[in-house]
């Protein structure tokens, strides 16, 4: 399973950090767990969310918070080539890059 490089806190979490100062006075809006692309992609949201507990045994969240996962990595194993409809960058036949996802084009150096 390739897995996007994002980890993740658990949604109440997020919620219980939203609620204190002073991100309770941020209006601008929140992107739940739920609405991220990574996380419900393939279902990676459930095995990239961190094992979390508050420092302090009361469960308050002022005090801190430790976040834990085990990783695991195959030092054998190759990335898979990009789509072309990847938002990764090619080189374009002028020696610039083009990156599909805005259209740009960039020239290379010295250009």
């Given at each position: 399973?390739?897995?996007?490089?994002?980890?993740y806190?658990?949604?109440?979490?997020?919620?219980?950090?939203?609620?204190?100062?002073?991100y309770?006075?941020?209006?601008?809006?929140?992107?739940?767990?739920?609405?991220?692309?990574?996380?419900?992609?393939?279902?990676?949201?459930?095995?990239?969310?961190?094992?979390?507990?508050?420092l302090?045994?009361?469960?308050?969240?002022?005090?801190?918070?430790?976040?834990?996962?085990?990783?695991?990595?195959?030092?054998?194993?190759?990335?898979?080539?990009?789509?072309?409809?990847?938002?990764?960058?090619?080189?374009?036949?002028?020696?610039?890059?083009?990156?599909?996802?805005?259209?740009?084009?960039r020239?290379?150096r010295g250009?």
């Amino acid at each position: 399973m390739l897995l996007p490089p994002q980890l993740y806190f658990p949604q109440s979490v997020n919620d219980q950090v939203a609620a204190e100062a002073p991100y309770a006075s941020n209006t601008t809006p929140r992107l739940s767990n739920e609405e991220d692309f990574f996380y419900t992609q393939d279902n990676n949201g459930e095995v990239t969310t961190m094992t979390v507990t508050p420092l302090k045994g009361n469960g308050s969240i002022r005090h801190g918070l430790r976040a834990s996962m085990v990783l695991g990595i195959d030092p054998a194993a190759t990335p898979p080539r990009p789509r072309r409809d990847s938002a990764a960058l090619e080189p374009d036949a002028h020696g610039g890059t083009l990156s599909n996802h805005s259209g740009s084009v960039r020239p290379a150096r010295g250009v």
